[in-house]
C-alpha cells in the first residue's frame, strides 16, 4: 500500500505534468486570443474587398511539388527581403504596405506586363507575414485588372520559413 505522501508526491508529480503538456492549450487561453481576433477579422475584410482567393503555405508547396503552372509573386522590398529569401520561382514586385486605391499609369503596365495576358493564368502573391498588407494590394489590383485565377498566401515568407520548406536567395 502507498502512503499518503507518496501519493502526495505522485499526484503532484502528475499534476505539472499535465500542466507543462498542456502548456500549449493554456498558453492560447490569455489575452492574446483578441489580438488573433483582430488579425483574422482584418485579413477577412481585406479578402472579401480584393475579391481573390486564399491559399495556405501547405497547399502552395503542394502545387509546387506539384509543377502546378502559375505565376508566385513576392511583394516584399528587393534588397531587405526578396534577395535574401523567397519562394521558389518567385518573381519579384514590390507594393506598398498601405492599401493601395490607386495605381499610376506606369506602375499598373509593369504589373500587367508580369502578370501577362492570359487573365485565367493561376497566380499567387505573398510578402511578409498575415498581418502584411503588400500581398493584399497584388492580389486586389490583379482582381482589379480581370484576372480571375488570383490567390494570396497569407503566411507569407514567415509562414514558410517556419515550415522548413526551402528558400531561394541571391547570388
Given at each position: 500500500m502507498i502512503s499518503?505522501?507518496?501519493?502526495?508526491?505522485?499526484s503532484l508529480v502528475?499534476?505539472?505534468?499535465?500542466?507543462?503538456?498542456?502548456?500549449?492549450?493554456?498558453?492560447?487561453?490569455?489575452a492574446k486570443e483578441l489580438d488573433t481576433e483582430k488579425v483574422a477579422v482584418t485579413?477577412?475584410?481585406e479578402v472579401a474587398r480584393g475579391g481573390y482567393k486564399v491559399?495556405?503555405?501547405?497547399?502552395?508547396?503542394?502545387?509546387?511539388?506539384?509543377?502546378?503552372?502559375?505565376?508566385i509573386v513576392d511583394t516584399m522590398?528587393?534588397?531587405d527581403s526578396y534577395k535574401k529569401q523567397r519562394i521558389p520561382g518567385a518573381v519579384n514586385f514590390?507594393?506598398?504596405?498601405?492599401e493601395m486605391t490607386q495605381m499610376d499609369d506606369k506602375t499598373k503596365a509593369a504589373f500587367e506586363k508580369l502578370l501577362g495576358p492570359d487573365k485565367d493564368r493561376l497566380i499567387?502573391?505573398?510578402c511578409?507575414?498575415?498581418?502584411?498588407?503588400?500581398?493584399?494590394?497584388?492580389?486586389?489590383?490583379?482582381?482589379?485588372l480581370g484576372y480571375k485565377n488570383v490567390y494570396r498566401q497569407p503566411g507569407g515568407i514567415k509562414a514558410w520559413d517556419e515550415a522548413g520548406y526551402p528558400v531561394e536567395k541571391a547570388k
Open positions: 499518503r505522501k507518496a501519493a502526495l508526491v505522485a502528475a499534476l505539472a505534468f499535465c500542466f507543462v503538456w498542456s502548456g500549449g492549450a493554456f498558453a492560447a487561453w490569455g485579413f477577412e475584410k491559399v495556405s503555405t501547405e497547399e502552395l508547396k503542394s502545387w509546387i511539388d506539384q509543377k502546378k503552372e502559375m505565376l522590398p528587393f534588397e514590390p507594393l506598398p504596405v498601405p499567387v502573391f505573398y511578409g507575414f498575415t498581418k502584411c498588407t503588400r500581398s493584399h494590394n497584388g492580389a486586389m489590383w490583379a482582381v482589379k
